[in-house]
């Protein structure tokens, strides 16, 4: 996403895909006579059957197979007793807790399974005061973080922030750009994330990216508050506004649910720097939206507060730990002052302000078993 950057892009990224390529007689004559280029010969090792794929064309790859087919297989006959005996590799039944059945799938059909099992156990909905997401507890829906949205003229007050955050745009341009479609990469250079070495934490990461932002975009549809450039037209973006409403920021979303997760899979106690330098990271990718013209600062600080509350969600989902009742409102005031960095995430969000626990405590979520499979598997390769 980003545009959908978590939920529609399940590939993982790795590999990436590459477009399918159009070649007729000739271009497949090229593809496997370019003997002249001896070199590609080794670097054969290794290599995966996408590998391949990308590097000759999936077409041409599929037209060799098939060329293939005809030399070895196409004269000879159904071997019976082969079939008799044949053991179907593929279970009729898929056990909840059997993560070997997950990870024969392709990533993104096991995002397209894990996803729809932990939003089984979520929902957003409106409350007199704005909108909650709740979560299933024994049978009863639990409330997981209410958000009641600033008025119109908090917003206006807000106006004069985000202006003076546009001094930064030419310093932050190339982060603003790369973060429209990537943001866990910034993580990594904090906790070395690659899938040769985490393969189940990029899996949850992804997941989590893609479930912060169709939870956040359920509230923001509910809520409906307006952009900059709905209120002013000297605010002038330097990137488009997306179409949808502001509050609560989906990069802070995402950008804090992740920070927060990579905190419960690899710290241990008395381990701050790093925990410290993702969220930095997070309120920095935060804060580039608003100097980008597209969100207020109180778009990041409701964006992190339920980023934090995902994460700790999710968690609670997969067995480790529980979950608290949050509550998020504006910062008293006329927004002219409030604005949004690392010191007001680390002082307010776990304390008395506008992150604060809202009466009802703590909670546990119902557990999804193969979700809690893969949080054990990706806090085992941390250890």
């Known amino acids: 996403m980003r545009h959908l950057r978590g939920a529609a892009r399940f590939s993982l990224r790795f590999p990436i895909d590459t477009p399918l390529t159009t070649v007729n007689s000739e271009g497949i004559?090229?593809?496997?006579?370019?003997?002249?280029?001896?070199s590609n010969r080794s670097n054969r090792s290794g290599?995966?059957?996408?590998?391949?794929?990308?590097?000759?064309?999936?077409?041409?790859?599929?037209?060799?197979?098939?060329?293939?087919?005809?030399?070895?297989v196409a004269s000879q006959s159904l071997d019976q007793e082969e079939i008799n005996h044949s053991r179907p590799r593929l279970q009729t039944a898929i056990d909840d807790e059997d993560l070997a059945s997950?990870?024969?799938?392709?990533?993104?059909?096991?995002?397209?399974?894990?996803?729809?099992?932990?939003?089984?156990?979520?929902?957003?909905?409106?409350?007199?005061?704005?909108a909650a997401v709740r979560f299933r507890s024994r049978g009863e829906e639990k409330e997981l973080i209410e958000f009641v949205p600033p008025d119109a003229g908090y917003f206006r007050g807000q106006l004069a922030v985000v202006r003076g955050y546009a001094d930064l745009r030419a310093e932050r341009l190339i982060e603003i750009n790369v973060q429209l479609t990537e943001i866990i990469p910034f993580f990594g250079a904090v906790d070395r994330l690659s899938p040769a070495r985490c393969p189940c934490t990029l899996e949850l990461l992804y997941l989590a990216e893609a479930l912060s932002t169709i939870v956040?975009?359920?509230?923001?549809?509910?809520?409906?508050?307006?952009?900059?450039?709905?209120?002013?037209?000297?605010?002038?973006?330097?990137?488009p506004t997306p179409t949808h409403s502001t509050l609560p920021s989906g990069h802070a979303t995402e950008a804090f649910i992740t920070a927060a997760i990579l905190g419960k899979l690899i710290d241990r106690e008395g381990e701050r720097t790093a925990a410290c330098q993702r969220y930095r990271i997070a309120a920095r990718i935060a804060v580039n939206r608003t100097i980008a013209?597209?969100?207020?600062?109180?778009?990041?600080?409701?964006?992190?507060?339920?980023?934090?509350?995902?994460?700790?969600?999710?968690?609670?989902?997969?067995?480790?730990?529980?979950?608290?009742?949050?509550?998020?409102?504006?910062?008293?005031?006329?927004?002219?002052?409030?604005?949004?960095?690392?010191?007001?995430?680390?002082?307010?969000v776990p304390e008395e302000h506008w992150g604060k626990r809202a009466p009802g405590g703590q909670a546990l979520p119902d557990e999804v078993p193969l979700l809690g499979a893969l949080w054990r598997r990706a806090r085992g390769e941390w250890e």
């Open 29 to 38: 004559d090229m593809a496997i006579s370019n003997r002249s280029n001896r």
């Open 47 to 72: 290599k995966t059957p996408d590998d391949t794929a990308a590097a000759v064309g999936e077409a041409a790859l599929s037209a060799a197979i098939a060329t293939t087919y005809d030399g070895v």
């Open 293 to 348: 013209g597209v969100h207020f600062p109180v778009d990041s600080a409701a964006g992190a507060v339920l980023g934090v509350a995902l994460a700790e969600w999710l968690a609670a989902a997969a067995g480790d730990g529980k979950c608290l009742a949050r509550r998020f409102a504006p910062p008293e005031g006329d927004g002219v002052k409030f604005d949004f960095h690392y010191e007001t995430f680390r002082k307010d």
């Open 102 to 130: 997950l990870l024969a799938l392709d990533p993104e059909w096991r995002q397209v399974v894990l996803l729809g099992l932990v939003l089984e156990g979520l929902s957003v909905g409106r409350t007199e005061a704005g």
């Open 216 to 239: 956040a975009q359920r509230v923001k549809h509910l809520l409906g508050c307006p952009r900059p450039i709905d209120l002013s037209s000297q605010i002038q973006p330097v990137i």
